[in-house]
């Protein structure tokens, strides 16, 4: 079988004879900051003009507003990570598809905490949140590849040289510091970016397009829970005319009427709760403005912004007041074909590229697209009609389905 992540037979009896401890390297910088203390992320909101107060735009901020703080972002992060990381996989190269490859058996397992699914939805989620994703390669003394590890992308820097080329990365916590250098060629660490045209060395990520719409979505909440907190609408005004038609009170009469509609008639226990008044006062109610009526459809308008950033139909949110497609399986279809695929295809093959770095010869490692449900109907259609073209030869047929040319004797 393809020898792949193995160096030779001697330097493989060697690891066999002589246990060793693998771990990450950032691993003691990590536990050392835990038992440090509670890590905490702090934001810090700037002014944008005509008085609005926009989110930093800083990664730990966008990821405290946008995935933290909003259901909406939250679920597509998720939605997005956790449908890639369910996508079956299969390693091939040019010759043959392979049952078993070390390969595989490194992704199923890659460290003692995580599997398959875990490690590859942590590095989907750093993608999508922060627009960069960080996969870092434990090897033993002969090289061979024995652990994958996902480093969070708010910790991490490129380390540039004189050509603009990495030539390290360094990984941060607290005040400590682990260097990864990148020395002939083979780099420890797997840079998985989104495109950026205005960066050279980090992705954007889709919070960065949305943060308007995700401000403007957590403001309308606030706004909401104000409300709420208020009796669950803007109730009316206490109106006092005293004895002599005199419109003021005294400060005693005003600390004890707020006192009584703070501790009696405020919040939403005390929603519906009669008031009673003495002489004077009288009660005013008051309705919903106009733009308190249009928050709701300001708030829907900015749901869909950031499920649009994230190439998420609506509909998959329950977003009202989107119809594009005609029912929840055509949205769904179009959700993999143009969100989910692109992307984990993009970065499973720099995972492969990046793991075939370590020894001679290369494979492929992509998603297996007749195992996944939403795509059955689409992959079906393209199978009948490949297989009833008459004027291919089975070669061509088994590479218009992405197949490996056909061994002899099999």
């Given at each position: 079988?393809?020898?792949?992540?193995?160096?030779?037979?001697?330097?493989?009896?060697?690891?066999a004879?002589?246990?060793?401890?693998?771990a990450?390297?950032?691993?003691?910088?990590?536990?050392?900051?835990?038992?440090?203390?509670?890590?905490?992320?702090?934001?810090?909101?700037?002014?944008?003009?005509?008085?609005?107060?926009?989110?930093a735009?800083?990664?730990?901020?966008?990821?405290?507003?946008?995935?933290?703080?909003?259901?909406?972002?939250?679920?597509?992060v998720?939605?997005?990570?956790?449908?890639?990381?369910?996508?079956?996989?299969?390693v091939?190269?040019?010759?043959?598809?392979?049952?078993?490859?070390?390969?595989?058996?490194?992704i199923?397992?890659?460290?003692?905490?995580?599997?398959?699914?875990?490690m590859?939805?942590?590095?989907?989620?750093?993608?999508?949140?922060?627009?960069?994703?960080?996969?870092?390669?434990?090897?033993?003394?002969?090289?061979?590849?024995?652990?994958?590890?996902?480093l969070?992308?708010?910790?991490?820097?490129?380390?540039?040289?004189?050509?603009?080329?990495?030539?390290?990365?360094?990984?941060?916590?607290?005040?400590r510091?682990?260097?990864?250098h990148?020395?002939?060629?083979?780099?420890?660490?797997?840079?998985?970016?989104?495109?950026?045209?205005?960066?050279?060395?980090?992705?954007?990520?889709?919070?960065?397009?949305?943060?308007?719409?995700?401000?403007?979505?957590?403001?309308?909440?606030?706004?909401?829970?104000?409300?709420?907190?208020?009796?669950?609408?803007?109730?009316?005004?206490?109106?006092?005319?005293?004895?002599?038609?005199?419109?003021?009170?005294?400060?005693?009469?005003?600390?004890?009427?707020?006192?009584?509609?703070?501790?009696?008639?405020?919040?939403?226990?005390?929603?519906?709760?009669p008031?009673?008044?003495?002489?004077?006062?009288?009660?005013?109610?008051?309705?919903?403005?106009?733009?308190?009526?249009?928050?709701?459809?300001?708030?829907?308008?900015?749901?869909?912004?950031?499920?649009?950033?994230?190439?998420?139909?609506?509909?998959?949110?329950?977003?009202?007041?989107?119809a594009?497609?005609?029912?929840?399986?055509e949205?769904?279809?179009?959700?993999?074909?143009?969100?989910?695929?692109?992307?984990?295809?993009?970065?499973?093959?720099?995972?492969?590229?990046?793991?075939?770095?370590?020894?001679?010869?290369?494979?492929?490692?992509?998603?297996?697209?007749?195992?996944?449900?939403?795509?059955?109907?689409?992959?079906?259609?393209?199978?009948?009609?490949?297989?009833?073209?008459?004027?291919?030869?089975?070669?061509?047929?088994?590479?218009?389905?992405?197949?490996p040319p056909?061994?002899?004797?099999?």
């Amino acid at each position: 079988m393809f020898d792949f992540l193995r160096k030779s037979p001697d330097a493989q009896a060697v690891a066999a004879a002589v246990p060793e401890a693998k771990a990450s390297a950032v691993g003691p910088l990590t536990a050392g900051r835990i038992a440090g203390g509670r890590m905490t992320i702090t934001g810090v909101a700037s002014s944008g003009v005509a008085g609005a107060a926009w989110t930093a735009r800083d990664g730990v901020s966008q990821v405290r507003a946008g995935f933290l703080g909003n259901p909406i972002g939250f679920r597509a992060v998720r939605l997005i990570s956790e449908a890639a990381a369910a996508l079956p996989l299969i390693v091939q190269d040019c010759e043959r598809r392979y049952e078993t490859h070390p390969l595989l058996e490194l992704i199923t397992r890659p460290n003692p905490a995580q599997g398959k699914a875990e490690m590859f939805e942590a590095l989907y989620v750093q993608l999508l949140v922060a627009g960069n994703a960080y996969l870092e390669a434990v090897t033993d003394d002969a090289g061979t590849v024995r652990e994958l590890h996902v480093l969070r992308s708010d910790r991490m820097r490129v380390v540039p040289g004189a050509d603009g080329w990495p030539v390290a990365y360094d990984y941060t916590v607290g005040s400590r510091k682990h260097r990864f250098h990148v020395q002939q060629g083979l780099t420890p660490i797997c840079h998985i970016r989104s495109f950026h045209p205005q960066d050279d060395h980090y992705g954007l990520s889709p919070f960065d397009a949305a943060r308007r719409a995700v401000d403007v979505h957590n403001a309308a909440s606030n706004w909401s829970k104000a409300l709420l907190d208020n009796a669950a609408r803007p109730s009316g005004a206490i109106v006092y005319r005293g004895p002599d038609g005199q419109g003021t009170m005294t400060h005693e009469q005003f600390e004890r009427l707020q006192a009584e509609m703070e501790a009696h008639h405020q919040g939403a226990r005390n929603a519906g709760r009669p008031m009673l008044l003495e002489g004077g006062l009288d009660w005013k109610p008051m309705g919903f403005s106009p733009s308190d009526m249009e928050f709701q459809k300001t708030k829907e308008a900015a749901a869909r912004e950031i499920a649009i950033a994230f190439g998420i139909p609506p509909m998959l949110l329950g977003i009202p007041g989107d119809a594009t497609y005609a029912n929840y399986q055509e949205a769904n279809r179009a959700f993999y074909r143009l969100t989910v695929l692109p992307m984990a295809l993009r970065v499973t093959a720099s995972v492969a590229h990046w793991l075939s770095s370590f020894v001679p010869g290369e494979v492929q490692l992509k998603p297996d697209l007749d195992q996944v449900p939403a795509l059955a109907v689409e992959r079906e259609q393209q199978w009948r009609r490949v297989g009833e073209a008459s004027f291919l030869s089975d070669a061509e047929k088994r590479a218009l389905l992405g197949l490996p040319p056909r061994v002899e004797g099999s």
